[in-house]
């Protein structure tokens, strides 16, 4: 989510959310050295695609007048700082989107890089940077005013939501992989070493200074779930508002109707399109269907579908990483669902566990403040000290067989079929 911010640190205009979808056409490509090397690398198209995602660039375009008075662009991160202690300064933590920002060194990018050409911004525009754990700026007297925290407390740098959700899950080590069931969902491992899961998608800062966070996502992750239910759980919208219970607790009950496998429905949850893998093309596919099918198999195979795809990008960390994942966290609200717990645990072939408190971003946060003050001498011991597991949910060994052939046999051979379909329906309904 950015904002564009006068001379006065005031908004220009309303800020872009992250889920926001509009896109800027007729860019001009990167070009020079720059352009031939990813021609040859056969990433013009992915390029072009940041490009077009890119928010500083529709502004830009479509709102010159706004982006003549801009004087700072920042993440929400950096404008709520900005409020607290009155500093243009972020954390290193929260960079996370198409800012001309390289991921490597964590810090913004040299004057020669290609990300100065694919988005249309200047250096002087962007903020100040610190690691997470360290101080930001102590809390100013107009902000203690208005929300009641005491003037000239330190606030300390910590990270972005999934970021933090990793270390508030107890995921320290690379084989510790985080599945977060949020909005969007993810699996991440935390790794000292650089590493790109998928070729020019860079890992991002993570809450411990200096590592990176390895993150596949699926955009519209339990999103899904909210649609599913404004789309087909009339019936359970209904008995929940009259039990004064979330519709989402009565879903568990339909997965429970339905047996692994959703007799044969798969689903490919790409309601929303990627980068490279999946690729802009992308779009949400289900297959299997018969007359046994019901809302509930359809549920099912969203809850099963997102599982696949989130194995599907542990292997392919793993295979990037060459160190295998052998333990699984999983936060967010999506982990308060015995049934997707279960659902992940035999997927994967893993125990699941989740931690003792499913908003483990805002413990994770805390974990960074705990170790920039000193409670704990460094984050091994204030994860020991500050986490704990909650419950763990073992695979069973003969639905994991079942659905490994799902997954190896269907699931991961329908992309590559679809995509040239995909590609015709991007070109007919463009």
């Known amino acids: 989510t950015v904002i564009n911010l006068d001379k006065e640190h005031q908004p220009l205009r309303p800020a872009i959310v992250w889920l926001d979808q509009r896109r800027t056409k007729n860019l001009k490509p990167v070009g020079g050295l720059w352009g031939l090397l990813f021609k040859l690398a056969g990433m ?20 010159p007048e706004i982006w003549g008075r801009t004087d700072k662009y920042v993440y929400l991160s950096g404008y709520l700082t900005n409020k607290l202690v009155g500093k243009v300064i972020d954390s290193i933590g929260c960079q996370v989107g198409y800012f001309p920002f390289d991921y490597k060194k964590q810090d913004w990018a040299k004057a020669s890089d290609w990300k100065w050409d694919a988005v249309m911004v ?48 107890g995921c320290l080590e690379p084989h510790i992989g985080c599945l977060s069931y949020g909005t969007t969902a993810t699996i991440n491992t935390t790794h000292k070493k650089y590493v790109e899961v998928i070729p ?77 893998i999946p690729g802009p093309e992308a779009k949400g596919a289900v297959i299997g269907f018969g007359d046994v099918h019901s809302r509930a198999h359809f549920y099912r195979a969203i809850i099963e579908g997102l599982a696949y795809a989130l194995r599907e990008g542990a292997d392919r960390t793993e295979k990037r990483s060459h160190i295998p994942i052998t333990d699984l966290r999983v ?58 597991l909650g419950d763990t949910f073992d695979p069973d060994h003969k639905r994991h067989e079942m659905y490994t052939e799902l997954f190896e046999k269907v699931y991961k051979r329908m992309y590559k079929q679809l995509k040239p379909l995909y590609n015709d329906i991007r070109e007919i309904i463009a």
């Open 122 to 169: 200047e250096r002087d525009m962007l903020c100040e940077l610190v690691k997470p754990t360290e101080l930001l700026g102590t809390i100013t007297k107009e902000a203690a005013d208005a929300t009641g925290i005491p003037e000239g407390l330190p606030l300390i740098a910590t990270a972005a939501d999934k970021a933090t959700e990793v270390i508030g899950a």
């Open 331 to 388: 936060a967010g609200g999506g982990s308060q669902s015995p049934g997707a717990m279960q659902i992940s645990a035999d997927i994967f072939g893993l125990p699941v566990s989740r931690p003792h408190v499913y908003e483990a971003s805002g413990l994770g946060a805390a974990i960074d403040v705990a170790v920039g003050l000193n409670l704990h001498p460094d984050f091994r011991t204030a994860v020991n000290e500050m986490t704990r």
């Open 44 to 63: 013009k198209d992915t390029v072009r695609y940041l490009q077009a995602e890119a928010e500083i660039n529709w502004i830009k375009t479509h709102q």
């Open 200 to 276: 020019l998608i860079p890992p991002y800062p993570a809450a411990v200074p200096g590592a990176y966070s390895l993150e596949v996502q699926i955009y519209r992750g339990f999103w899904m779930v909210s649609w599913f239910k404004d789309e087909f759980g009339q019936v359970e919208k209904r008995e929940a508002e009259r039990l004064g219970i979330e519709a989402e607790v009565l879903f568990d009950k339909l997965l429970e109707t339905v047996p692994p496998g959703a007799e044969g429905l798969v689903l490919q949850p790409y309601w929303s399109p990627g980068l490279k």
